[in-house]
């Protein structure tokens, strides 16, 4: 990543290096996933949150998915997908779903941490990975149209706000929980970003903000359930 022609974000900067520091999310350098059988499941998949500074605020990129998909149609996700047999690890799976469905290049984002799975209903683990795009100027949007209907950009720290956000109790299997959705305007266009997503969302931004959210989280028992990392 050539960062000779641009300056970089001293608050993305420190972030970085705290999260590369931290106890609390998985050690870049373990190699161990890349050898392992649990790594290569199929019920396993990787996002991306990408995130990048404009003006003082921090942003994260989003996709509204195509309404044409059997699954998820017109949800907004991250960009990512299910690991493929040549992906060395969850790192390279978010990676290249995000040049996949939106045209980022990987050498334009610095993968900075991976984060704890998390697990559905239907017992897929989703491996978030957090990684920083140095140079917002280089990327140009490019949405794979059989997949992404849009991409777009939201401002992170509104995931720990009580602000255009309404919530809905759940039980499943004697578990009550809250789902949260959030609306939210950019372009003209109004998007909700609720389920699983906003789930990602509003534990990234607790571990990048360092607070909790401004409401009560109580997400789903399953979400967390035990899992198996390597």
């Known amino acids: 990543m050539d960062s000779n022609n641009f300056s970089r974000s001293q608050k993305l900067l420190h972030l970085s290096q705290r999260l590369r520091q931290s106890n609390s999310v998985r050690p870049l350098s373990n190699p161990q996933p890349r050898q392992s059988e649990t790594f290569k499941r199929p019920n396993r998949s990787a996002v991306l949150i990408c995130l990048f500074e404009e003006g003082d605020d921090i942003f994260v990129i989003l996709t509204k998915r195509s309404s044409k998909l059997s699954s998820y149609p017109g949800q907004v996700v991250l960009p990512g997908g299910r690991t493929d047999e040549g992906d060395t690890d969850d790192i390279r799976t978010a990676l290249r779903e995000a040049e996949e469905e939106i045209g980022l290049d990987p050498a334009l984002v610095d993968a900075v941490a991976v984060l704890e799975p998390f697990v559905t209903k239907d017992n897929l683990t989703v491996v978030p990975v957090l990684g920083i795009l140095w140079n917002k100027q280089a990327y140009s949007p490019v949405p794979n149209a059989e997949e992404v209907e ?53 534990t990234t931004a607790s571990l990048v903000y360092q607070r909790p959210p401004d409401f009560e989280l109580r997400m789903p028992l399953f979400w967390k359930k035990k899992y198996s990392r390597f």
Do not use: C
Request: aromatic share 20%; charged share 25%; no cysteine.
């Open 150 to 202: 849009s991409i777009f950009y939201a401002p992170f720290e509104m995931f720990l706000k009580d602000e255009n956000r309404r919530q809905q109790e759940i039980e499943f299997q004697g578990d009550k929980y809250l789902l949260h959705y959030f609306d939210f305007e950019t372009n003209n266009k109004e998007y909700v970003i609720w389920s699983l997503t906003v789930g990602i969302l509003i």
